[in-house]
């Protein structure tokens, strides 16, 4: 599947039904999505994943399938959620937004906590394991070539 989304563009279509006591509200979103050309070594190596597994077309815009993907034709949350949240009415959009930033303050604010409190302490640390890291990368680049 991977290997026939390589360097073309394809359709996501996505339906949703809303169903409450008062209403039942029925739309869809369509995401046009251009992948990257890949080798066969990319597609093998994201293959070997468990990732492609579970997904319909094989990719999932929220994980490693985004390294795949070039270029969107629609808004990163129609593609990631299913639905854009231009489709709400004013007051569901503004609440929704409220949500996502609030979320986002305490997932930043919780960042900068731990920053402050671990921060020195790790410093020299996580030079070395930044360093390791890297050298391991290189490493795995190396031999992956050489097979």
Known sequence: MI????GRSHTVCTGVTVITAEETRTFHETTEVHFYPLS???V???????????KAGAYGIQAAG???VQGLATSIDA????FTIAEYDWLMALVCSLIIAA????????GLVLGRKFGMRLAGRAQ?????????IGL????????
């Open 3 to 6: 290997s026939r989304l390589s």
């Open 40 to 42: 066969p070594q990319e």
């Open 44 to 54: 093998e190596w994201y293959c070997s994943l468990k990732e492609p597994y579970d």
């Open 66 to 68: 985004a390294l795949l």
């Open 79 to 82: 593609l990631s959620v299913g």
């Open 103 to 110: 979320v986002t303050l305490c997932i930043c604010l919780g």
């Open 128 to 136: 070395i394991l930044g360093g390791a890291i890297l050298i391991f």
């Open 140 to 147: 795995e680049i190396f031999i992956s070539s050489m097979l």
